[in-house]
């Protein structure tokens, strides 16, 4: 990625300066979310289904910035679906659609190119 720029003065640094550490966060939260993202729809074709509510239970927190690190929640269940970590669990319930381990597979496929992947939002500007 190259940004060209032309600054004279040191207000036109400095005011510069904060819109990139302003922008450039926000810019990496938005592609650290996409990728997330995209990790759930993954992992919804992998949930085992019986109505489905686990299933659409499914869901990714917003982005949290925190010193030099940013992070997304990803997880299933909630208040009506309480099941969601014992299928998760259960390797030896035999599930006709799906299966389980259904999100921990996908982060795990994930991780080696977890990087490469935000990097490749940020420079096709999808962020």
Known sequence: MAIDF????????KAYLLKVAAITPKKAAAAVYQVGNE??????KRTPV???DLKRSGQIDAPVVSGDGISVSIGYGDTAVDY?????ENTTANHPSGQHHY??????????DFLSKV????KLGDA
């Open 119 to 122: 990097e490749e939002r940020l």
């Open 50 to 52: 019986d109505n489905g």
């Open 39 to 44: 990790a759930l729809t993954e992992s919804k």
């Open 6 to 13: 032309t600054l004279t003065g040191t207000e036109a640094v």
């Open 103 to 112: 999100l921990s597979s996908v982060i795990d496929e994930l991780r080696p």
């Open 84 to 88: 969601a970590l014992i299928v998760h």
